[in-house]
């Protein structure tokens, strides 16, 4: 059930020593970025495992990566050759 989720979710967060509050969906949001980011899992896996039906709505996930990506790079000294 949801509540029982939730508390999964709550006793997870403990173990790991989080001390902020942590919602279903941005632990949703965090287990897509890690499947895609840090896995390399592929779009209709990690839509089946967020228990989607299509890609549809894992693509958005691919963006913040980019994103991240882009902004990671950002950060690096520039090199004078």
């Known amino acids: 059930t949801y509540w029982a989720c939730l508390k999964d979710l709550r ?5 790991a020593g989080i001390d ?3 919602t279903w969906h941005c632990a949703r ?5 890690n ?3 840090e896995s390399g899992a592929d779009m209709k896996t990690t ?6 039906s299509s890609t549809k709505h894992t693509e958005k996930y691919t ?6 990506k ?3 790079i ?3 000294p520039k090199i004078e050759l």
């Open 11 to 15: 006793n997870w967060k403990n173990l």
């Open 20 to 22: 902020k509050k942590i």
């Open 29 to 33: 949001h965090s287990f897509a970025m």
């Open 35 to 37: 499947l895609l980011g």
């Open 47 to 52: 839509a089946s495992l967020m228990g989607q």
């Open 63 to 68: 963006r913040a990566l980019d994103e991240l």
């Open 70 to 72: 882009q902004r990671a």
């Open 74 to 76: 950002k950060k690096l």
